[in-house]
Nanobody, 122 residues
Framework: QVQPVESGGGLVQPGESLTLSCDAS????????LAWFRQAPGKEREFVAH????????RYQDSVKGRFTISRDNAKSTLYLQMNSLEPEDTALYYC???????????????WGQGTQVTVSS
């Protein structure tokens, strides 16, 4: 079973960068699709990006393309999200999740972390 633990959130100004990390230790972690989702106050949880086990396939939400980069280190069972040129609209609780399927659907992710808060404000 995978029990993700996110870290790296914080308060930054617009245009700045942050890197989120997710410790996804657990049996068969390397075979899972790992993803980042986010949820802003009053809004539904939304897909941000995901990556396959080898790192050869990634997919991003349109609003973060070119600004965010997802990567993973299977030897460390760690998922990353490099976020550049942050905007106030990126403010949300960011979650790491794992799935056996290549999907953007929240309901098809089996394992979720508790989230790390990212706040972008001047």
């Amino acid at each position: 079973q995978v029990q993700p633990v996110e870290s790296g959130g914080g308060l930054v100004q617009p245009g700045e960068s942050l890197t989120l990390s997710c410790d996804a230790s657990g049996r068969t972690t390397a075979s899972y699709i790992l993803a980042w989702f986010r949820q802003a106050p009053g809004k539904e949880r939304e897909f941000v990006a995901h990556i396959n086990w080898s790192g050869s396939y990634t997919r991003y939400q349109d609003s973060v393309k070119g600004r965010f980069t997802i990567s993973r280190d299977n030897a460390k069972s760690t998922l990353y999200l490099q976020m550049n040129s942050l905007e106030p609209e990126d403010t949300a609780l960011y979650y790491c999740a794992a799935s056996r399927f290549v999907t953007t659907e929240t309901g098809r992710y089996d394992f979720w972390g508790q989230g790390t808060q990212v706040t972008v404000s001047s």
